[in-house]
């Protein structure tokens, strides 16, 4: 039997314990065990931070894994945007799959995740050496295979490239059966590398369908942000607008906001993309999830969070580490000094209880996401 399933036990014959599902939490954060010790590995470690009727009860280790091996990714949760699916598999960045459940990796390969369909992630692969195709990874059998059927195809659009190997990059279009097209000579730069990473990320690029894309073209110095819609049948690419941006090394990424507009996240930013008025604002308030949302901008005391328009605190904080589920929010606490932030631990806000609860932790890599036990 593990901590948590004593915890709940003991927990469930305590007096006056009323377990109504918004009254149990659990964050699921991970922390680097040695990320400044070794640059060639590190391990990570996922935690559970319980929380019973807006009281904090502990926490328990989940799992560990090692980052990196021999020099190169292994399992990473702190490369982009981590998914939970059905409270127990953890899709990282990269295309990891963690079962936090059984404790185990069920895939440690890198590939880019299309969508969960079935009960079974399907990915695609672009690769200069291990070339392009789809993948499935089934929960129900935990088998991993490549799909032969040629015809297979579950992401919308066409087979577009950047060209790194000149500056400012080229798009290039690869119709089948046809010879290779250059759609754009001058497709601007990508945004600024990470520090751990020997290549430069592609612009974020993203399809309204199978003959429209819209791309970000940034400039050199990635303090200006173009953005293009472009015909893949026609050729012909309009400007959109463009917009200041601050260079930023954790990337940046294009998703749908609504039907008729795209966000792109950009460090601490978030820029949004009219495509029928055909313009670019950068909002002065995050766009709500579950009732919560922040100011963009700090002010002395940090950003502001929100609760249903109502402010419920300030402090400083990055906008990766702030995740909310339904009545509940947590961040990690940042001191500014200059240029530099430190954490501060964890800050959790409860609606049962209407206060900010402070929990020590360890150094945050990432945020995985709250569920409900």
Request: glycine letters at 8%; aromatic letters at 14%.
């Given at each position: 039997?593990?901590?948590?399933?004593?915890?709940?036990?003991?927990?469930?014959?305590l007096?006056?314990?009323?377990f109504?599902?918004?009254?149990?939490?659990?964050?699921?954060?991970?922390?680097?065990?040695?990320a400044?010790?070794?640059?060639?590995?590190?391990?990570?470690?996922?935690?559970?931070?319980?929380f019973?009727?807006?009281?904090?009860?502990?926490?328990?280790?989940?799992?560990?894994?090692?980052?990196?091996?021999?020099?190169?990714?292994?399992?990473?949760?702190?490369?982009?945007?981590?998914?939970?699916?059905?409270?127990?598999?953890?899709?990282t960045?990269?295309?990891?799959?963690?079962?936090?459940?059984?404790?185990?990796v069920?895939?440690?390969?890198?590939?880019?995740?299309?969508?969960?369909?079935?009960?079974?992630?399907?990915?695609?692969?672009?690769?200069?050496?291990?070339?392009k195709?789809?993948s499935?990874?089934?929960?129900?059998?935990?088998?991993?295979?490549?799909?032969?059927?040629?015809?297979?195809?579950?992401?919308?659009?066409?087979?577009?490239?950047?060209?790194?190997?000149v500056?400012?990059?080229?798009?290039?279009?690869?119709?089948?059966?046809?010879?290779?097209?250059?759609?754009?000579?001058?497709?601007?730069?990508?945004?600024?590398?990470?520090?751990?990473?020997?290549?430069?990320?592609?612009?974020p690029?993203?399809?309204?369908?199978?003959?429209?894309?819209v791309?970000?073209?940034?400039?050199?110095?990635?303090?200006?942000?173009?953005?293009?819609?472009?015909?893949?049948?026609?050729?012909?690419?309009?400007?959109?607008?463009?917009?200041?941006?601050?260079?930023?090394?954790?990337?940046?990424?294009?998703?749908?906001?609504?039907?008729?507009?795209?966000?792109?996240?950009?460090g601490?930013?978030?820029?949004?993309?009219?495509?029928?008025?055909?313009?670019?604002?950068?909002?002065?308030?995050?766009?709500?999830?579950?009732?919560?949302?922040?100011?963009?901008?700090?002010?002395?005391?940090?950003?502001?969070?929100?609760?249903h328009?109502?402010?419920?605190?300030?402090?400083?904080?990055?906008?990766g580490?702030?995740a909310?589920?339904?009545?509940?929010?947590?961040?990690?606490?940042?001191?500014?000094?200059?240029?530099?932030?430190?954490?501060?631990?964890?800050?959790?806000?409860?609606k049962s209880?209407?206060?900010?609860?402070?929990?020590?932790?360890?150094?945050?890599?990432?945020?995985?996401?709250?569920?409900?036990?």
């Amino acid at each position: 039997m593990n901590l948590r399933s004593i915890r709940w036990i003991i927990l469930l014959f305590l007096p006056g314990v009323q377990f109504a599902q918004e009254g149990m939490h659990s964050l699921l954060v991970a922390h680097a065990v040695n990320a400044e010790g070794s640059k060639a590995n590190f391990r990570q470690t996922i935690y559970s931070y319980h929380f019973l009727n807006g009281t904090y009860t502990g926490r328990d280790e989940i799992m560990s894994f090692d980052g990196k091996k021999n020099g190169r990714d292994y399992v990473r949760t702190d490369k982009g945007d981590n998914f939970l699916y059905k409270d127990r598999y953890v899709i990282t960045g990269i295309g990891n799959i963690i079962d936090i459940v059984d404790k185990k990796v069920l895939f440690d390969g890198k590939a880019n995740l299309v969508k969960i369909s079935n009960d079974s992630v399907i990915y695609y692969t672009n690769d200069a050496f291990k070339g392009k195709f789809y993948s499935v990874y089934n929960f129900k059998t935990h088998t991993y295979s490549e799909v032969t059927n040629l015809l297979f195809k579950a992401k919308t659009g066409k087979e577009v490239e950047f060209d790194k190997t000149v500056t400012p990059f080229k798009i290039n279009y690869y119709p089948q059966g046809k010879p290779n097209v250059e759609l754009i000579q001058d497709a601007g730069f990508g945004p600024l590398r990470r520090s751990d990473s020997k290549y430069t990320a592609d612009p974020p690029v993203f399809w309204l369908n199978d003959s429209l894309f819209v791309y970000v073209n940034f400039n050199k110095a990635n303090t200006e942000a173009a953005f293009y819609q472009v015909n893949i049948e026609t050729h012909l690419f309009n400007l959109l607008g463009t917009s200041t941006i601050i260079p930023d090394t954790r990337g940046a990424s294009l998703k749908r906001l609504s039907s008729n507009e795209l966000v792109m996240n950009y460090g601490y930013m978030d820029v949004i993309v009219n495509l029928e008025k055909k313009t670019i604002t950068i909002p002065l308030e995050s766009k709500a999830v579950n009732g919560f949302s922040y100011l963009y901008k700090a002010g002395p005391k940090g950003r502001v969070i929100l609760y249903h328009g109502k402010e419920i605190g300030q402090f400083f904080f990055n906008s990766g580490n702030f995740a909310c589920a339904e009545n509940c929010v947590g961040l990690v606490k940042e001191l500014i000094v200059g240029e530099e932030s430190y954490q501060q631990g964890l800050k959790i806000w409860i609606k049962s209880k209407n206060t900010w609860l402070n929990v020590d932790a360890e150094e945050v890599l990432s945020f995985i996401g709250w569920v409900n036990w």
